[in-house]
């Protein structure tokens, strides 16, 4: 029974998204922190370090099409719940691998990455196509935002917690902890979140300002046909899109900073800087709380700007520009000594990060309304396949030359060719209508 007074379930339905999304980016951190004691037992070289922390991505990456098609066919509720549930399982089971002998437990832990990249492969296009369904136009800058913090959120808040369960008990308990945490969010996602229409809290007034809106509500409506879209006509239509392959490569060099942040900054800190592992999570959350900061400011400032009367082109260009500028500030780190100037830098360097990366919010801007979900996975497999790479080039830069200053010379030439892909070779950003010939049929 719809309620008469007008709600504001959408809060809520992004709320659930920043929370999955930090326990999803949580997941990832996990290893970074228990990197340090990992590496020891192990007994890993920069390089082996750097393919596990990249065989997340593997899959993750690859997984990308079909977990959009996923969701497209049997919505992003039941799919995005069982995501959770399967990489809260691989965490449990990666914290039994450290009883294994060294070179066992390596490739048991390897293998668990893999698997876990998979289950989480639906979790941002699921984001992205949520919103899309939940958000008018000039709200979804802002809503994109949020749950995009949530990979800096994940920094301040995992990274201490386990640095601190790392120091009092070791690197198994805190994947035990990720593991457990992830089963009880399951338990509040399948309660909290429904489709549109389908919400038993939701008002008809709400829903009709998210329609009026341009929202797509009835994306994940209970009585619309769901259809097929991992077809390779809707792959190829979508990459022969100027527009969209811009917006790809934009992400794939944005993914690269966000990839050095979640794997090697921790190990940078304590290696580079010689930090201890227990300051190693309580510093590793500053710049990161910046990031938060400037992940929700970006699409503020980008929803304001298209309030007041700027073109859609203008106002998620102008913030991803800026970001990426000051994103590049982290280079200053290869001449300063002092650990205060070093955090300086990068706290502003994660900031800019996160005022730029409205990649979510464009595809949910650009998408085609049949595509959406198909649409995120493909945009999502090309941003990730900067985390298989970003962590093996930075781990080879490390190994052969003893030193992170290329790395951070890598890590922000990301950050200039993201001004590239988005400034000449994306173009006006609007949403693409796909042609009638690529409308699948619906499943039966």
């Known amino acids: 029974m719809q309620r008469q007074a007008t709600t504001h379930v959408r809060y809520l339905i992004v709320l659930m998204l920043f929370i999955a999304s930090t326990f999803s980016y949580g997941d990832r951190v996990v290893l970074s922190i228990a990197a340090v004691s990992l590496t020891h037992d192990l007994h890993l070289d920069p390089l082996r370090l750097g393919y596990l922390f990249s065989g997340f991505a593997w899959v993750y ?57 998979l289950a989480q492969a639906p979790v941002f296009p699921g984001n992205g196509r949520i919103v899309a369904a939940w958000f008018p136009t000039a709200e979804r800058g802002t809503a994109s935002a949020i ?21 009092l008990w070791g690197w198994k308990e805190c994947f035990w902890f990720a593991g457990v945490a992830g089963l009880v969010l399951s338990v509040f996602w399948f309660r909290l979140v429904y489709g ?107 929803d304001r700007l298209l309030r007041s009367g700027h073109t859609l ?39 800019g990060k996160g005022f730029g990366a409205l990649g979510w919010t464009v595809v949910s801007d650009t998408s085609p309304k049949d595509l959406v979900g198909i649409n995120g996975g493909l945009f999502n497999l090309i941003g990730n396949l900067a985390g298989i790479t970003t962590p093996i080039v930075i781990g080879y830069i490390v190994k052969t030359t003893g030193s992170f200053h290329g790395a951070l010379v890598f890590v922000a030439a990301a950050a200039l060719m993201a001004i590239v892909a988005y400034v000449p070779i994306v173009g006006e950003i609007k949403r693409i209508e796909s042609p009638a010939v690529l409308a699948p049929e619906p499943s039966r």
């Open 61 to 117: 990456a690859g997984a990308q099409l079909p977990a959009g098609g996923l969701l497209d066919r049997f919505g992003s509720k039941t799919v995005y719940g069982i995501s959770i549930l399967c990489w809260s399982a691989c965490a449990l089971l990666a914290g039994l691998s450290g009883y294994l002998p060294a070179m066992a437990a390596f490739y048991v832990l390897f293998g668990l990455r893999l698997l876990s990249g």
């Open 147 to 167: 749950f995009n913090s949530s990979q800096y959120f994940a920094l301040v808040f995992f990274a201490p917690l386990m640095g601190w369960i790392a120091h």
């Open 196 to 302: 549109v229409r389908s919400h038993p809290r939701i008002s008809q007034s709400e829903i009709d300002e998210i329609e009026r809106g341009g929202g797509l509500a009835t994306l994940d409506s209970s009585n619309r046909p769901r259809a097929n879209t991992l077809t390779w006509s809707a792959i190829r239509w979508l990459l022969s899109k100027r527009m969209l392959v811009g917006i790809y490569l934009g992400q794939y060099c944005i993914t690269t900073l966000t990839w050095f942040f979640l794997t090697w900054f921790p190990v940078y800190l304590n290696r580079a800087r010689h930090i201890s592992i227990v300051k190693v999570g309580f510093l590793a959350a500053l710049p990161a709380l910046c990031g938060c900061f400037g992940g929700v400011l970006g699409g503020v400032v980008s």
């Open 313 to 351: 082109t203008f106002a998620r260009k102008v913030p991803i520009v800026a970001g990426m500028l000051l994103a590049m500030s982290m280079v200053a780190c290869n001449y300063v000594s002092t650990r205060s100037a070093v955090m300086l830098f990068m706290s502003l360097a994660f900031l």
